[in-house]
């Protein structure tokens, strides 16, 4: 799947093989012509950076998040 998510304080070796809390089965959606499958939930540090959400725990992947 792919995401049109703008997070760029983060490198691809920063975020591969971590376990990321992202919204999925609402659609393709066409955002600035880029096609985003999923959406990754995060939230802005004091600083501005878009800190990426994630589990504390080990979970199963594709588990629901309520």
Not at 29 to 55: H, M, Q, R, Y
Request: glycine share 12%; charged share 10%; net charge negative.
């Amino acid at each position: 799947m792919w995401s049109s998510a703008q997070i760029t304080n983060y490198g691809p070796a920063a975020l591969l093989g971590s376990l990321v809390v992202c919204v999925c089965n609402l659609g393709a959606k066409n955002i600035a012509g880029f096609t985003s499958e999923l959406l990754i939930l995060g939230a802005k540090d004091a600083a501005g950076n878009v800190t990426v959400l994630g589990p504390r725990s080990e979970v199963a992947i594709g588990e629901p998040v309520f």
